[in-house]
């Protein structure tokens, strides 16, 4: 019978304090950005920012009037952000949780365009921000980003040794690939962007028992476009 009691007590006295929905306002909205995109150019400061500039921040509002829907419509309408999340948790907390867009390469082709590309290949605006990102320069249009340019970014920048040596990728009038170190007076020539793993897994082996031994810039051009062999030519300066 105490039992039954104290939990009937227990029960009314959490309602007591909380109130009716209609009587809470929301007292603090939280921002999570996901941290696999944290390599985006968000942060939570500017998500509070865009949300008082679309007069939809819901910090003083009612909780049952907050559109939470219309939170993560307006929200995933921007260029930097690919998803939205908005629910509310206790405390008339209201939290969002951001999947922002990362970009992976930065463009400026023969046309004269300068645009960054996302992780899945889509174009994005030059922010105001600046990160140390691939660069891509030559012969690209938007066809060859979804197609080829994309994957070969997102090869390089997911691999902590080629994100950290190969600093451009220069395409050609045929479409195929010159990439630019960071270390080495060279040049190295993948070819046709097809096997690139392979590639420049070939590359890599190269550089570890080849230019390890030889030197860093004994050659001005290395090309692995072909299986099973390297391709080196002499530095003559």
């Not at 509070?48 to 500039?53: F, G, I, K, Q, R």
């Not at 260029?79 to 209201?94: F, G, H, K, N, R």
């Not at 080495?184 to 590359?203: A, C, E, F, M, W």
């Amino acid at each position: 019978m105490c039992s039954l009691a104290m939990v009937a007590y227990l029960v009314f006295a959490f309602a007591t304090l909380s109130g009716p929905a209609e009587d809470k306002v929301c007292r603090e909205l939280r921002v999570r950005i996901e941290e696999a995109s944290l390599g985006g150019f968000l942060c939570s400061s500017e998500v509070h920012t865009m949300l008082t500039a679309d007069h939809l921040s819901p910090e003083g509002l009612q909780m049952d009037k907050i559109d939470l829907a219309g939170i993560e419509t307006a929200l995933e309408s921007k260029e930097l952000i690919e998803q939205a999340e908005c629910y509310t948790i206790l405390d008339s907390v209201v939290m969002v949780e951001i999947k922002q867009r990362v970009p992976v390469v930065h463009v400026i082709n023969s046309q004269g365009e300068n645009y960054y590309v996302d992780s899945h290949g889509d174009p994005m605006p030059i922010s105001m921000y600046t990160r140390d990102l691939l660069v891509a320069t030559g012969h690209i249009n938007r066809a060859y980003v979804k197609k080829c340019l994309a994957s070969m970014a997102n090869q390089i920048q997911s691999d902590p040794f080629w994100h950290s040596e190969i600093v451009q990728l220069n395409i050609l009038h045929d479409g195929s690939v010159e990439l630019v170190p960071r270390v080495g007076n060279h040049v190295i020539y993948l070819g046709q962007p097809t096997g690139v793993s392979r590639k420049l897994d070939r590359l890599r082996k190269f550089y570890l028992y080849g230019l390890n031994v030889a030197g860093w810039n004994k050659y001005s051009r290395i090309s692995v476009e072909f299986d099973n062999q390297i391709i080196c030519k002499r530095n003559t300066k």
